[in-house]
């Protein structure tokens, strides 16, 4: 059977070869989009599952001011227990003032790293927590401080011992 094109004359060897690799790259794009879909779903469920929506995760864009009225609010709590929950570490602060949102950070793998970030409604809120440094959570001493406030573009570089200053 001879292949022929829209106009009904004959396809050449290339053509066909082209038309053929065109409908692979075709099949590609359509099983990626697809993935692309069931990624998103996965997403959204998760979101929902812990609670977070699209605009929780709007930190990246939040100019400098706003970001400096939010770290105001919050407090760095470090030597978390690695098997401690976001809602455990509310409990904790619980008796400063109202929790508007508590962040225990993980590595890549998902793993805790040890500190967490506390925000308050209420600055005053924030003053009260620094009042519990040094009290125990599982057993551990946790060190609160007030949330530092990071300035883009100021990164702290590290010089080795005998180099430089």
Same mark, same amino acid.
């Given at each position: #059977?001879?292949?022929?094109?829209e106009e009904m004359t004959p396809l050449k060897k290339e053509?066909?070869?082209?038309?053929?690799?065109? &409908?692979?790259?075709?099949?590609?794009?359509?099983?990626?989009? &697809?993935?692309? @879909?069931?990624?998103?779903? =996965? *997403? *959204?469920?998760?979101e929902k599952a812990i609670g977070t929506t699209k605009e929780?995760?709007?930190?990246?864009?939040?100019?400098?001011?706003?970001?400096?009225?939010?770290?105001?609010?919050?407090?760095?709590?470090?030597?978390?227990? @690695?098997?401690?929950? $976001?809602?455990?570490?509310?409990?904790?602060? /619980?008796?400063?003032?109202?929790?508007?949102?508590?962040?225990?950070?993980?590595?890549?793998?998902? /793993?805790?790293?040890?500190? *967490? @970030?506390?925000?308050?409604?209420?600055?005053?809120?924030? /003053?009260?927590?620094?009042?519990?440094?040094e009290t125990e959570l599982h057993g551990r001493p946790l060190?609160?401080? $007030?949330?530092?406030?990071?300035? $883009?573009? #100021? =990164? /702290?570089?590290?010089?080795?011992?005998? @180099?430089?200053?």
């Amino acid at each position: #059977m001879i292949e022929v094109d829209e106009e009904m004359t004959p396809l050449k060897k290339e053509d066909r070869l082209a038309s053929s690799k065109k &409908e692979n790259f075709e099949k590609r794009l359509r099983k990626l989009d &697809e993935k692309v @879909y069931f990624l998103r779903e =996965k *997403a *959204a469920k998760v979101e929902k599952a812990i609670g977070t929506t699209k605009e929780d995760s709007h930190d990246a864009f939040v100019n400098l001011d706003e970001k400096e009225e939010i770290d105001c609010h919050s407090i760095f709590v470090g030597n978390v227990d @690695y098997v401690c929950s $976001p809602e455990e570490v509310q409990q904790h602060f /619980q008796s400063c003032g109202t929790i508007n949102r508590v962040k225990i950070l993980a590595n890549s793998l998902g /793993q805790p790293k040890g500190y *967490a @970030y506390v925000e308050f409604v209420e600055v005053d809120a924030a /003053q009260n927590a620094l009042l519990l440094n040094e009290t125990e959570l599982h057993g551990r001493p946790l060190r609160v401080l $007030p949330k530092r406030i990071n300035i $883009p573009g #100021m =990164k /702290q570089s590290w010089v080795p011992f005998g @180099y430089g200053f």
